[in-house]
C-alpha cells in the first residue's frame, strides 16, 4: 500500500535529506492519503449514481432526454475528475494529454461538449445521443490506456473477430 501511495502522489523513491521550497510548501498544501482516497471514493461514486440516474430518467417522457444528457455527461465528468484525487491535478492532466492517450483524451472533451451543445443548442437529440455513444467509446478507450496491454488486448480482439466473421461469410 505504501508503494502505491509512494507512486501515486509523484514520490519515485528519491530520498533527497533536504527537500527544497517547493517540495516542502506541496507538502504542507496536499491533502492526506486517506482524505485523497474518500475525495475520490465520493466522486467516484456520485459520477457513477448520476450516470445511473440518467439511463433511468431516459425512458421519462418529453424531458426524459434531456435528463439522461445532462446526467450523463455529468457524472463521466465527476469520474474523470474523481482520478485527479489520487495523483493531484497537475499530474492527473499531464497523464491524460501524454501521447498515449492524447486523442482519446481530446475526443472524450470534445465529445462531452458536443453532447451538451447538441442537447441545449441545436436540440437535436439524436446527434446528442450519438455523442454520448462516442463519450461512452471514448471514455473506455482513455480508461483502458491505464492497465498495461488493455489496448493490445482489445485490438487483437476485434482483429480475431473480424476475421471469424469473414470466414463465416465465405462460407
Known amino acids: 500500500m505504501d508503494k502505491l501511495r509512494a507512486v501515486l502522489s509523484g ?3 528519491n530520498t533527497d535529506s533536504t527537500p527544497n ?3 516542502t510548501v506541496n507538502e504542507a498544501s496536499t491533502l492526506s492519503w486517506r482524505t485523497r482516497v474518500r475525495g475520490f471514493a465520493i466522486c467516484m461514486g456520485f459520477g457513477i449514481l ?3 440516474l440518467g439511463v433511468c430518467f431516459l425512458f421519462l417522457p418529453k424531458v426524459g432526454m434531456i435528463l439522461f444528457i445532462v446526467l450523463y455527461t455529468f457524472g463521466n465528468i465527476c469520474s474523470l475528475f474523481s482520478t485527479m484525487f489520487l495523483m493531484g491535478p497537475m499530474k492527473q492532466l499531464k ?3 501524454d501521447k498515449t492517450r492524447l486523442v482519446a483524451t481530446v475526443v472524450m472533451l470534445v465529445c462531452l461538449v458536443l453532447t451538451l451543445c ?3 443548442w ?5 446527434l446528442a445521443l450519438l455523442f454520448v455513444i462516442l463519450q461512452v ?3 473506455t478507450w482513455y480508461g483502458l490506456s491505464y492497465i498495461p496491454f488493455a489496448r493490445d488486448a482489445i485490438i487483437k480482439f476485434f482483429s480475431m473477430m473480424g476475421k471469424m466473421c469473414l470466414n463465416c461469410v465465405k462460407n
Open 137 to 139: 467509446i471514448a471514455f
Open 118 to 120: 447538441a442537447a441545449f
Open 122 to 126: 441545436w436540440k437535436i437529440f439524436a
Open 95 to 97: 497523464r491524460m494529454f
Open 50 to 52: 448520476c450516470s445511473i
Open 11 to 13: 514520490q519515485d523513491g
Open 21 to 23: 521550497i517547493i517540495e
